[in-house]
């Protein structure tokens, strides 16, 4: 199913990106950017530690900065959001950080360790069969939803606070050479991309998506959304059979390029990750910096986004002992 949407969007003003750094400053984590210590010769690979936030997720700056732009009268009868893990937790958290009600919609095949993590951030959880959660996406409603509906990617305000994250990397790195993001709804990768554009436009931005669910580099490829086959597997964070089409409007505009991963590079990324850095990414942070091992955006700084670490303990495990699961 590819959804359709009466949104269009143009790239995030850089305005509204440096509103969001003030209105999300002292909630939001400014994360670091460390060096991977790898062996390549050819690039230097940095890591911008988005898994250090206090939900182990970028998706805690989208969610901050729409409540908080949507004001004290507005959220009076709470938020909402349909999100499988990492947003779910974004706005959970930040409901409770700002005292409102909060409900998440989550698909049946949501990770329970990621819902046991918006019940304990004072969250109602609601679960849905996949087909009515996936159209939440694409109708912004769901009978009986009350307050403040927070979309997890395809929304301005959402990707405006994402954006920020471009900021930092830019304020570390001044002359990168490409920045890889992993891509699910595309909020984060349109969000940074946005404003790489205003301050850094030969600065290359970089999707990258895990072939087991990797709409939008055939997306790019054909010119259109296309629906592509899908397999759950261990990089829950992303990896979807279509794109939104607001999102592929935006990102055919701002980002240069999808690349796609596998689950065995992944899982070898995150690996390193853990071996060398002493840092743990969930599996979707890892798609960027496999792609950034293989070479995929060619030599130079390159900065891979660890979107999240939020990661199943046993799922780590198998792949610390060298496994793919």
């Not at 935006?250 to 899982?267: E, M, S, Y």
Request: charged share 20%; proline share 6%; glycine share 10%.
């Amino acid at each position: 199913m590819v959804t359709k949407s009466a949104l269009s969007y143009e790239p995030i003003a850089l305005e509204e990106i440096r509103a969001a750094q003030e209105r999300t400053r002292g909630a939001v984590v400014r994360t670091p950017l460390v060096r991977l210590d790898a062996d390549d010769q050819n690039s230097e690979i940095y890591l911008k530690l988005e898994n250090l936030q206090p939900i182990r997720s970028f998706k805690i700056r989208g969610a901050f900065n729409a409540m908080m732009k949507a004001g004290k009268d507005a959220l009076s009868e709470g938020v909402w959001t349909a999100s499988a893990g990492n947003m779910a937790q974004g706005v959970a958290w930040s409901a409770r950080y700002l005292g409102v009600d909060c409900t998440v919609y989550v698909p049946v095949t949501a990770p329970r360790t990621k819902i046991a993590n918006v019940q304990r951030y004072g969250g109602k959880v609601v679960e849905l069969p996949v087909d009515d959660w996936v159209n939440i996406f694409r109708t912004r409603h769901m009978e009986g939803a009350t307050g403040v509906f927070i979309h997890p990617f395809s929304d301005p305000v959402v990707m405006a606070g994402n954006g920020v994250t471009g900021l930092e990397i830019l304020e570390d790195l001044p002359d990168v050479d490409a920045i890889l993001v992993p891509w699910g709804g595309g909020g984060l990768c349109c969000g940074i991309a946005s404003a790489i554009r205003e301050l850094r436009p030969q600065t290359k931005v970089f999707a990258v998506e895990i072939d087991t669910g990797a709409p939008l580099a055939p997306a790019f490829a054909a010119g259109k959304p296309i629906e592509v086959p899908f397999t759950p597997n261990f990089v829950d964070g992303i990896g979807t059979p279509f794109v939104n089409v607001e999102m592929f409007e935006l990102a055919r505009k701002i980002v240069n390029g999808a690349l796609v991963v596998d689950k065995a590079q992944t899982a070898a990324a995150l690996r390193l990750v853990v071996e060398r850095n002493r840092v743990v990414p969930e599996g979707a942070a890892a798609t960027s910096v496999a792609a950034a091992l293989a070479g995929m955006a060619g030599g130079g700084k390159i900065v891979a986004v660890l979107s999240g670490g939020n990661i199943d303990v046993n799922t780590l495990t198998t792949i610390l002992q060298g496994g793919v699961p």
